[in-house]
C-alpha cells in the first residue's frame, strides 16, 4: 500500500471507497484522464453523505451565504460563519479531500491577512486546501499560500465576490481577448503554485482550452464537460434553493418536495391526533402503573 492509498484514521466503516483522496490523487487523475467529482456541502449530515457517496472533493463554498443563510449574494460571509460550517463539514467527510472557500474580506485587504486567515482554516476546522477568487492578481497570495504548506484551489471566470464589477451573474470570457485573460490567469495561477483550478461560468471552447493547457486539474461549473472534473452547488442539485436553476444546474432530486411532503404528513397526523401512536409511546410498567392509579391526588394548598 502506498503512501497515497493510507485509509485515513477515522475512515467511516460505512465508506464504500476507503482511499482518502489528497491533491496528488487529484493531479494523477488528471494525467490518467479520470473525471473529478467535486459537490459542495455545509453542514454534517449532507457533508456525511456527500463523502459517503465517494465524491473526491467537498468545497465548503461561500455559496453557503445564499443557500443555507437566504443571503442575495455571498459578499456579507463571515469568516467565523465559515469556519463554523467547515468544523461541521470536517465531521462528515473522511474520504473526500476538504476544501474552504475564502470569503470577501478574509484576503483581500492585504496578502498577511489573507494568510492568517487561510492559516484558520487548516488550524481550527481541518480544511486541506483553501480556494480563493481571482486571477494575477492572486499570485502573491498562492504563493504565500503554498510557502505556508496551504494547497490553494484558484477559481476564475464568473467570481461571485466580483458580482459588483461585473455588474450581475455574468458568462465570462466571451470575446477572444477576455478569453486569452482567462487563460493568462490560469497559468499565472499555474505557475504561483495553485493545485488546482475551479472554471466557472465561461463558454466551453475557453474551458476546454485553459484545461488542455494546465497541468494542474480544472474543475467545471457552467463550464461545459470538457474540464478534468465537475463541481455543483449541492442545494442547486437537490433542488433545495427555491430558484429556478440556471442553465448548466442538473436537477438530481426533488428534496424540497420530499421535506414539504414529510413535514405536511407530520402536521396532518399531529392535527388529526393519530401521532404518536401508542407504540411511538413510553409506558409505565404493570406494578407502576397500579401504584400510580391508586395515588391520592394532592389536595390544593389552603390560601
Ligand atoms: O461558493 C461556492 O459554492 C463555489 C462553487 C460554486 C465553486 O465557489
Not at 493531479?27 to 473529478?36: D, G, L
Not at 487548516?122 to 481571482?134: C, N, Q, S
Not at 438530481?252 to 391526533?273: H, I, L, Q
Amino acid at each position: 500500500m502506498s503512501f497515497t492509498e493510507t485509509r485515513g484514521a477515522h475512515a467511516l466503516a460505512s465508506s464504500t471507497s476507503p482511499l482518502k483522496i489528497t491533491i496528488p490523487a487529484l493531479q494523477e487523475k488528471k494525467r490518467n484522464h479520470a473525471p473529478i467529482s467535486a459537490l459542495t456541502a455545509y453542514d454534517y449530515p449532507l457533508a456525511r453523505l456527500v463523502d459517503e457517496a465517494s465524491i473526491d472533493l467537498v468545497l465548503v463554498g461561500d455559496s453557503l451565504g445564499m443557500v443555507m443563510l437566504g443571503r442575495d449574494n455571498t459578499l456579507t460571509v463571515t469568516m467565523d460563519e465559515m469556519l463554523l460550517l467547515t468544523r461541521a463539514v470536517r465531521r462528515g467527510v473522511r474520504r473526500a479531500l476538504l476544501a474552504a472557500d475564502m470569503p470577501y474580506a478574509s484576503y483581500h485587504v492585504d496578502v498577511a491577512d489573507g494568510v492568517r486567515n487561510a492559516l484558520r482554516f487548516v488550524k481550527e476546522a481541518g480544511a486541506e486546501a483553501v480556494k480563493v477568487e481571482g486571477g494575477r492578481n492572486r499570485v502573491e497570495l498562492v504563493q504565500r499560500l503554498t510557502d505556508a504548506e496551504i494547497p490553494v484551489i484558484g477559481h476564475i471566470g464568473l467570481t461571485p465576490q466580483s458580482l459588483h464589477r461585473m455588474g450581475g451573474y455574468r458568462v465570462q470570457g466571451k470575446s477572444a481577448p477576455a478569453a486569452e485573460t482567462l487563460l493568462e490567469d490560469a497559468l499565472a495561477l499555474e505557475a504561483a503554485g495553485a493545485v488546482l483550478l475551479v472554471l466557472e461560468g465561461v463558454p466551453r471552447e475557453v474551458a476546454a482550452r485553459i484545461t488542455a493547457e494546465l497541468a494542474i486539474p480544472t474543475v467545471g461549473i457552467g463550464a461545459g464537460p470538457d474540464c478534468d472534473g465537475q463541481i455543483l452547488v449541492l442545494h442547486d442539485l437537490l433542488n433545495l434553493t427555491f430558484a429556478p436553476a440556471p442553465k448548466f444546474v442538473r436537477r438530481y432530486a426533488d428534496a424540497a418536495s420530499v421535506v414539504r411532503d414529510a413535514v405536511e404528513s407530520y402536521r396532518k397526523d399531529v392535527e388529526a391526533r393519530t401521532f404518536p401512536s401508542d407504540a411511538e409511546s413510553y409506558h409505565l410498567s404493570a406494578e407502576a402503573r397500579s401504584g400510580f392509579a391508586g395515588a391520592t391526588r394532592r389536595q390544593p394548598r389552603p390560601a
